[in-house]
């Protein structure tokens, strides 16, 4: 994406800007603390799409606390990833670079899809600060089956392809390619969603970030470090999601330690993409998580 050419038009323009941390250049939006010592939000949204996937809910949570939105290396508006930064551990030493850099401390962690793995990945690590994780339908176990043994593999051939993201683009810019592609989340999104997602994966440069996080994604090991786990995880989860199985959320209850606190929501009638169907009570419930994040301990 070419910011002098699409930033005019892209949402929360004037929130936008570009911060350099260890040699990744990332496209942040940034919504300031409305008051003295109020709570961070850190918002991570999922492979292909990028911060505008918050346009909605942002702003709503803005009012209560600070937010920061960023692309992920090679999406949106970020500079592609080098060296291992487009892994899920170089994703997360990026993030926390990144923060160092701007000085954000955020105490909870949101989370959408891949984002949501990323986040678990800096609690694991050690990020400071951090109370509480919230993991909007996270992608946080491999893929079973064949499916599973199959995709890393052909995610590294297509990446590895430079003819791969300019057919995947020319191919996307079929209105009814798109529909399709967004109908298989099991969401329903308007039309300035559907424009905007529309711009992204008609963008060769965008779609071969994604496809290079795909080609270096490993769940494995996160699966395996979950029992390590000690930061407070919020599993919410649409019902009519068709890209992580609901049921996923259940099976990473069970492979946390008994001394984490988790919590497993559901939300009626929405998919992949909750937090643009219906940012509003998206909302609400994150606000109230917040709220018992930074409750006084008893």
Known sequence: MDWRRDGPSWPHHDRSRFVSADGQRWFVQQWPAPTPGAPELLLLHGTGASSHSWRDLAPLL?????????????????????????????????????????????????????????????????VAGVRAIVSLNGALLPLHGLAGRLFLPLAKLLALNPVVPRLFAWRAADPAALKRLIESTGSTLDATGQALYRRLVTDPAHVAGALAMMARWDLQALQAALPRLATPLHLVVGEQDRTVPPSNSERVQQLLPATTTTRLRRLPGLGHLAHEERPPAVAALLLRLLQEAHAPAP
């Open 62 to 126: 803005a009012q209560h606390a600070g937010v920061t939105a960023v692309d992920l290396p090679g999406h949106g508006f970020s500079a592609p990833a080098h060296g291992d930064g487009a892994t899920l551990p170089g994703m997360a030493c990026g993030l926390r670079a990144l923060l160092g850099a701007m000085g954000a401390a955020p105490s909870v962690l949101v989370g959408h899809s891949a984002g949501a793995a990323i986040a678990v990945r800096m609690a694991l690590d050690g």
